[in-house]
């Protein structure tokens, strides 16, 4: 529980700015997680125990990236690894074994610690081998069609909501950033919710002057729209107008933000605190996270769904060739999430084999490619543009084409078989066998 803390009290210190109580009882449950994951592994027995301790870690980070309300898989051990030497291995099991080879690794250097070689020797071999494959696996390969894209960042001021942003400055200050783009140009992406609209976007002026925009360029420009629904609900949308200006099918986020997005038993929570800080809540999108543009299939996972590998894996499965991430963390006064969220879009690049274009209103928006390398990344605060020429790509890494399964079947199974204990050894004639005296000549 005392480790859990010193990983999530820092770890999830941007809660403080939403809810001090929030912030409290989120730090002791993802400690608590910890805590319970780790009482899974026996009390005695040095392999058994060698074996429990890292299962017993992706155990924790199954749960905890999937319960409750969707899950929290924010300020992960996974994350410190993005840019270490395990991080390859993210292309043959994602997010969780790069949590297995922690544990390992951990195990064998306190076995070396207690001058216990063969186990220390055993868990760094196994690390080195996994890591090793990693650099070799498949990691999908290249269309041979290489698309010009631009992520626009319109700037402005951090720590502010959307109920106290004015739509039509953020609107305009990514218009004005968009004059900088650099032709010519295959792609141009906007960030989440700098559109917001009350009607269907194809009728507001906002759209037709970014179908306008489109056929300027002469580029496909995919957009995050926040467009209001009846019932007091709304869409999170990225919309894309292809480069004559006509308007393409949309992709409605699947993955909301709780209690960002929308709050989970409303009338429950109501009692407990404010909520008028979300008046509405989010509709669910629906079918696969790709658009069909001229420019080429492509992925989008918007901004929180970026910490959920099975969006993008849903995206290049759905034939994504490249994933865009449409973020927005201008709500985040530091930069601990605008960081983590670069740091997770370079694992989910690993994992899935395909560049990554990310937009944020004030930052950070990056250029990934395929290996995880950020190409090119903006600073915090101010307008930006950044250029890229980026791989089309296809072809599935093992990650993808197996997912988290096979890891948390495996995890289950050595944390069964580090219980279960060897049997007695029993003499010919049905007695336990007295113990060798050691001692003796």
Do not use: C
Not at 199 to 208: F, H, L, S, V
């Amino acid at each position: 529980m005392a480790a859990g803390l010193g990983l999530y009290l820092p770890g999830l210190w941007w809660m403080r700015d939403f809810s001090a109580p929030g912030y409290v009882v989120a730090t002791l449950m993802e400690a608590g997680f910890l805590a319970a994951g780790v009482a899974l592994v026996p009390p005695a027995g040095r392999w058994r125990r060698a074996l429990a301790f890292p299962a017993a870690l992706v155990m924790v980070e199954a749960v905890r990236g999937a319960w409750p309300f969707g899950g929290l898989p924010i300020s992960g051990i996974d994350l410190g690894q993005v840019g270490g030497p395990l991080a390859p291995a993210a292309r043959i099991g994602g997010r969780l074994l790069l949590v297995a080879l922690v544990g390992i690794g951990g195990v064998a250097l306190a076995s070396l610690g207690r001058r216990r070689w063969r186990m220390a020797l055993a868990g760094a071999a196994a690390v080195a081998v996994v890591a090793g494959l990693g650099v070799v696996a498949p990691d999908g390969s290249p269309t041979g069609r290489r698309l010009a894209v631009a992520a626009v960042q319109g700037g402005g001021p951090r720590g502010t909501r959307a109920i106290s942003s004015d739509p039509a400055l953020v609107f305009e200050r990514h218009l004005a950033a968009t004059a900088g783009v650099r032709l010519p140009v295959d792609l141009v992406l906007w960030p989440e919710d700098v559109v917001d609209v009350e009607d269907e976007i194809a009728t507001t002026p906002e759209g037709r002057r970014l179908a306008a925009l489109a056929s300027s360029l002469h580029a496909t420009l995919v957009a995050g729209v926040v467009q209001d629904e009846p019932g007091r609900r709304f869409r999170n949308s990225a919309v894309p107008w292809g480069p004559d200006g006509t308007l393409l099918p949309r992709y409605d986020k699947v993955h909301r933000v709780p209690f960002g997005e929308y709050i989970p038993a409303r009338s429950f929570f109501a009692r407990l605190a404010d909520v008028s800080a979300v008046p509405r809540d989010a509709l669910v999108g629906r079918g696969p996270a790709v658009l069909d543009t001229p420019a080429g299939k492509l992925g989008v996972v918007i901004s929180y769904e970026v910490f959920y590998p099975d969006r993008a894996r849903a995206a290049v499965r759905a034939g994504g060739q490249v994933v865009l991430v449409p973020t927005n963390a201008s709500s985040y006064r530091d930069a601990q999430i605008p960081s983590q969220e670069v740091a997770v879009a370079r694992l989910r690049a690993l994992e899935t084999g395909r560049w990554v274009v990310q937009a944020a209103p004030t930052g950070y928006s990056a250029v990934i490619d395929q290996r995880g390398r950020a190409r090119v990344q903006s600073g915090l605060g101010g307008p930006a543009v950044l250029q890229a020429s980026v791989d089309l790509r296809t072809g599935h890494t093992l990650f993808v084409a197996l997912g988290p399964a096979p890891w948390v079947a495996g995890a289950l199974f050595a944390l069964a078989a580090s219980w279960l204990r060897p049997r007695t050894v029993r003499s010919i004639g049905g007695d336990i066998a007295p113990p060798i005296d050691q001692t003796s000549s």
